[in-house]
């Protein structure tokens, strides 16, 4: 339990009122319990509000290095389909590259029609 000693005159006038409010309800017992279930409520709410910050960082966390995978997938599949292109364009036909990269052929013939 802290003490603080606090002088009114310490403080501009118009806070003066304020502070000698608060001195008062301090020296009434049932106000003090009162303030302190009001300090551990507050503290508990800030917990909270710090838990829940801490889980949002870590879900938009997860989310950027979800949306980091799937822009390599999407990088890699364009790198192995201009190497079909290429493939293609060098006179290996459709059916071996296929058959080589084990791919549908239907899907090697539809990169050759672009």
Same mark, same amino acid.
């Given at each position: ?42 503290? /508990? ?49 459709? /059916?071996?590259?296929? /058959? ?15």
């Amino acid at each position: 339990m802290h003490i603080l000693n606090v002088k009114e005159q310490d403080f501009p006038a118009k806070f003066q009122p304020i502070i000698r409010r608060l001195k008062q309800a301090v020296e009434v017992k049932e106000v003090r319990d009162v303030m302190e279930i009001e300090d551990d409520f507050v503290k /508990e709410i800030n917990e909270y509000e710090n838990r829940v910050n801490k889980q949002t960082h870590l879900l938009e966390e997860a989310q950027r290095q979800k949306e980091i995978a799937l822009r390599n997938q999407e990088e890699e599949r364009r790198q192995k389909e201009d190497a079909i292109l290429l493939l293609l364009q060098n006179g290996i036909s459709a /059916e071996r590259i296929a /058959e080589q990269l084990n791919l549908p052929l239907a899907y090697v013939e539809s990169l050759n029609k672009r």
